[in-house]
């Protein structure tokens, strides 16, 4: 266990490096001089040539790389460009209020996919069954963006159940979740009910039904804990995406999070934030996958890691 | 051709497939400049409202009119000129003698342009967006795929790991980084950002692919009869795994034209003066605060009709191209 642990983190390496390198790429060299950008439209040679000394853009590209590997690995990635702010208390401060959407968000959505989808399985084939699929499609044609300014509009807006915007209290969360839910419900459904789908053709579920337990038991126990699998999958792999996932949440109801920090560096060229964010969340994205691989092993006894 | 006669068979498929063609022939038809070449004209009143709901229109119009006829305010420098340039502007209006229509089919927006019109217009962006940028990034996989998966070893080592540098960040913010470093907004760089982004789930099915192929007989007999590299790849096994890539690009299709509303809308997709689904929904956020909803209706339907229309077609092709449900 410690060993595949261990192994799986030194293959990591390669990967971190290729994104540390495609993000330097991307902004070192594709994003053109930041210099131009920070000094404004009236800058004179000298306050230029001073900008590209204090970011060290005047310094040969295996040095700059050789800074930006020192930032990531040192977690300090100096000030935002916009605000003067430190880029790793912009990070510190804005986790908080992303994960107080994202955490209530992700445990009810995998909850209710799942009961939704055993429920669906069990009466799979019938019209139930299909007209709740089409539902699902349609579902999931909407744009998010209409979802988000029609429930924004009539429930906080023109009911006034919800505090339209703003941040601050239990209250600023719920509406925001309740969109969440509603956008990303259908998506599961359809998933979740394909993996259970998948479980429910198997013969250890005939063997199940034929020894004489009762439908609910053979779904809820038997055919669950196998499906739990790609479902945890699932689950853990989106955790990170989800971070920035929920910006057009964030951005609409003014949740200062990391998404709609993301959404306002990019609007205002803020490069050390998004490089910042980008970095640190494809660490985690394989991180988490690594996670996930262990995880297995709990959930099923038949998995080894080697 | 059995997949064709597959498909043909499945009711929902031909529905979708013919709404699916009537909104390419739409866009088609606005991108030649057949249909909604005018759609900048301003035709009604400022947020005219849309035919069925004409009993507004009574209300709206005779708000707007005591607004042409302001008092002149005695303190103003400036009167005697804006008194002539009113005066210009009647006489121009009845000069061309084009009425503002106090109603239109589905509505106007704030400048008086046929929300109809600019409908059809902004799907033909959309819908030109999405399919572009679908095809760069099959392409791409396809391409990336076939070396990765034929050629195996190094190569095949090279690829995998540009994969997964590219898995590794979430596809969101990858776009979101991108647009941040090219400065100019274009219907070119949106294609480019989803294009260059989204090619990794063709490429890992296509390699997949390629690496069951490599080894059948055809290949081998390929090989025998003295083709070149070059041509078993590309002539010989690329049409037997094309329908992966031909799923791909109508699944990548739907997801990119999802992705370049919420860009547009965003500011970081098409440039102002181009008129997408993005834009519309971003004017119809604030119009729906002083209750003119029905470009956010046009908008969001037309969007939704075709989404739906699109994924229940790939949904059927999929099952038709797919070997194992073969009766």
């Given at each position: 266990m410690l060993a595949y642990t261990v192994r799986r983190l030194w293959?990591?390496?390669?990967?971190?490096?290729?994104?540390?390198l495609l993000v330097f790429v991307l902004f070192n060299w594709v994003g053109g001089d930041p210099a131009y950008l920070l000094a404004g439209k009236m800058a004179d040679a000298g306050s230029i040539a001073n900008i590209r000394r204090q970011l060290g853009v005047d310094q040969p590209y295996y040095v700059q790389l050789w800074i930006f590997i020192k930032q990531i690995v040192t977690f300090d990635f100096g000030l935002s460009w916009a605000t003067g702010e430190p880029v790793s208390q912009v990070m510190a401060t804005r986790l908080g209020p992303s994960l107080a959407v994202l955490l209530p968000l992700t445990l009810m959505e995998t909850l209710l996919g799942v009961a939704l989808a055993l429920a669906l399985a069990s009466v799979r084939g019938t019209l139930t069954d299909r007209l709740v699929m089409l539902a699902c499609t349609v579902a999931m044609s909407v744009s998010i963006l209409v979802y988000i300014i029609v429930f924004q509009y009539g429930l906080a807006y023109r009911l006034g159940w919800f505090p339209v915007q703003g941040w601050g209290g239990p209250q600023y969360v719920v509406l925001p979740v309740l969109i969440g839910l509603a956008v990303s419900l259908a998506p599961t459904l359809r998933l979740y009910r394909s993996f259970v789908l998948d479980e429910a053709g198997q013969d250890y579920v005939r063997t199940a039904r034929a020894k004489g337990l009762g439908e609910r038991r053979v779904m809820w126990v038997h055919v669950l804990r196998n499906a739990a699998i790609p479902i945890v999958t699932q689950v853990m792999s989106n955790l990170p995406a989800l971070l920035i996932g929920a910006f057009l949440l964030?951005?609409?109801?003014?949740?200062?999070?990391?998404?709609?920090?993301?959404i306002l560096a990019v609007e205002r060229s803020d490069f050390p934030v998004i490089k910042a964010v980008t970095v640190y969340v494809a660490a985690a994205t394989m991180v988490f996958n690594l996670l996930t691989d262990l995880l297995y092993q709990a959930i099923d006894p038949r998995v080894k890691l080697a | 051709m059995r997949a064709w006669r597959r498909l043909c068979a499945d009711r929902v498929a031909m529905v979708a497939l013919a709404l699916l063609a009537a909104f390419l022939l739409l866009a088609a038809l606005s991108a030649a400049g057949l249909v909604a070449a005018d759609w900048e004209d301003e035709v009604g009143v400022s947020y005219a409202p849309p035919l069925f709901a004409g009993a507004m229109a009574a209300s709206s119009v005779s708000s707007a009119a005591p607004a042409q006829a302001l008092p002149d305010n005695p303190f103003d420098p400036l009167a005697d000129d804006i008194r002539a340039l009113r005066a210009q502007l009647a006489s121009a209006t009845a000069t061309t003698g084009v009425a503002r229509r106090a109603t239109l089919p589905?509505?106007?927006?704030k400048w008086g342009h046929d929300v109809l019109k600019k409908t059809i217009?902004?799907?033909?962006?959309?819908?030109?967006?999405?399919?572009?940028?679908?095809?760069?990034?099959?392409?791409?996989?396809?391409?990336f795929g076939a070396l990765s998966g034929y050629c195996g070893g190094v190569v095949d080592d090279f690829f995998n790991w540009f994969y997964s540098i590219f898995t590794a960040i979430p596809s969101v913010l990858m776009i979101?980084?991108?647009?941040?470093v090219l400065q100019q907004k274009g219907v070119l760089t949106i294609v480019l950002i989803l294009g260059l982004t989204g090619w990794t789930a063709p490429f890992r099915l296509i390699r997949a692919e390629y690496i069951k192929h490599k080894a059948r007989e055809y290949v081998l007999a390929a090989d025998a009869i003295g083709a070149s590299h070059w041509r078993r790849m590309f002539h010989h096994i690329l049409p037997n795994v094309s329908h992966v890539a031909l799923v791909q690009l109508s699944i990548l299709a739907v997801g990119f034209i999802k992705a370049e509303v919420i860009l547009t809308f965003l500011g970081f997709g098409v440039p102002v003066g181009v008129v997408s689904w993005g834009s519309m929904l971003n004017e119809a956020q604030g119009e729906l605060l002083l209750g003119r909803w029905w470009q956010l209706a046009a908008a969001a339907t037309a969007m939704a009709l075709l989404v739906t229309a699109f994924s229940l077609f790939t949904d059927a092709l999929r099952d038709a191209l797919d070997p194992k449900v073969k009766p």
């Open positions: 293959q990591m390496l390669p990967t971190m490096l290729g994104v540390v964030e951005r609409f109801f003014g949740i200062p999070g990391i998404g709609r920090e993301v | 589905l509505g106007g927006d217009k902004g799907g033909e962006t959309s819908i030109v967006v999405g399919l572009v940028a679908a095809l760069l990034a099959v392409a791409i996989g396809t391409v979101l980084a991108v647009a941040a």
